[in-house]
């Protein structure tokens, strides 16, 4: 069992990512896919006329401000365009794809955090209203009932809080909880970018290698949102995961080329 989670920021080849899946898959592999879909979702919310705001947190964690409006044109980009689009992709190539959102079963759950603290001119603020939280229960069993009939799950935010409200979680730290609950041998997280970078955005500083219990110290390398991805490796690894490569999903065959060693492994 592997987990691949791909992203979604510019530059990435869902093509590609699900060509070779599917190869994969028909080979006799068996994957749980997540996506992600930010570019979009910002592209989105400008043309609806509510663009996104992005929060630091005052350790250093960049996350999107979820309003109840924000919310609304997260699951229609995250769970319509690109979910539906990426399903219609494995469906094209042969493969019986059934597209998910976290919230679906409660397949990710977790607490809702109302409130986020975000720094701000040097000065620490606090914003109400937030709809997000960290997956903290995997509906394994729906999971597994899909692939015991043959079907590749792709899933993607947001989650369901225990009250059964639709909140947004990150997709790497999600996939990394999904890949503990699976038990699987590893977790793939694919992006615009190699791997972790020692030196952002220079791609010949390609970290190649962190063993498993040194991932946090190696948070310092990494810029945006790859921290949230160290983060998940760091979880990912402390539950029993295999290994987790940091891999490019620009081009090629970036499921084989992250199993065969191409990226950051974390082992």
């Known amino acids: 069992m592997i987990v691949v989670k791909v992203g979604g920021s510019s530059g990435i080849d ?8 599917a190869g994969r898959w028909k080979a006799g592999e068996r994957f749980v896919l997540v996506h992600g879909g930010s570019g979009e979702t ?30 609304e044109i997260f699951e229609m ?12 992709r494995l469906q094209r190539l042969g493969v019986n794809a059934v597209g998910l959102s976290g919230l679906d079963g409660r397949i990710f759950e977790g607490k809702h955090k109302d409130s986020v603290r975000s720094v701000e001119g040097g ?18 069993g729906l999971i597994e009932l899909l692939l015991g009939a043959g079907y590749l799950p792709v899933l993607t935010p947001p989650a369901a809080s225990y009250e059964g409200v639709a909140i947004n979680v990150d997709g790497d730290r999600a996939a990394a909880a999904l890949a ?9 997280l694919l992006s ?16 190649r290698e962190i063993p498993a219990g040194d991932v946090e110290a190696y948070l310092d390398f990494a810029q945006d949102r790859m921290k949230k991805k160290v983060l998940g490796a760091a979880e990912a690894v402390a539950g029993g995961v295999g290994r987790v490569v940091f891999g490019d999903a620009r081009a090629g065959e970036p499921v084989s080329a992250a199993l065969a060693g191409q990226g950051t492994v974390v082992s």
């Open 14 to 21: 869902y093509d590609a990512v699900c060509r070779d899946l």
């Open 192 to 207: 615009n970018v190699p791997g972790l970078l020692r030196a952002y955005p220079d791609e010949s500083s390609l970290i």
């Open 180 to 188: 503990v609950a699976l038990k699987a041998e590893a977790l793939l």
């Open 123 to 140: 000065k620490v603020k606090v914003l109400r209203g937030d709809h997000t939280g960290t997956v903290e229960k995997v509906n394994t």
């Open 42 to 71: 910002n592209r989105v919310a400008e043309a609806l006329g509510h663009p996104p705001k992005f929060v630091t947190s005052p350790s250093g964690y960049t996350s999107r401000f979820t309003d109840r409006a924000t919310l």
């Open 77 to 88: 980009v995250y769970c319509g365009k690109m979910n539906k689009g990426i399903v219609e």
